[in-house]
Nanobody, 115 residues
Framework: QVQLVESGGGLVQAGGSLRLSCAAS????????MGWYRQAPGKQRELVAQ???????NYAASVKGRFTISRDNAKNTVYLQMNSLKPEDTAVYYC?????????WGQGTQVTVSS
């Protein structure tokens, strides 16, 4: 059974930092393209950051230079370090693992940034 369990969300003031974790079981992170998505109220889910099986990282323009995605193969965990947070970063953040034929989601973790 595949599980992606996010943690690390919470309430933070603008300018602060949070680190999200996505602990995977039933899949090997290094064999999947792993991503962090977010969904704010009334908006569509959007890709925030991705790390491919080969280790290439991609970021949404809105977070580039502030967020960093990384992967710890030994812990089978993917992280999202979020710095210089802004109120517009407020959303539920979801971990995703996918290949051509498989697509898995975590349950999400709430991030709220106060002004």
């Amino acid at each position: 059974q595949v599980q992606l369990v996010e943690s690390g969300g919470g309430l933070v003031q603008a300018g602060g930092s949070l680190r999200l974790s996505c602990a995977a079981s039933g899949v090997i992170c290094s064999a999947y393209d792993m991503g962090w998505y977010r969904q704010a109220p009334g908006k569509q889910r959007e890709l925030v950051a991705q790390i491919t099986r080969g280790g290439t990282t991609n970021y949404a323009a809105s977070v580039k230079g502030r967020f960093t995605i990384s992967r710890d193969n030994a812990k089978n965990t993917v992280y999202l370090q979020m710095n210089s947070l802004k109120p517009e970063d407020t959303a539920v953040y979801y971990c995703n693992a996918h290949t051509f034929s498989r697509n898995y989601w975590g349950q999400g973790t709430q991030v709220t940034v106060s002004s």
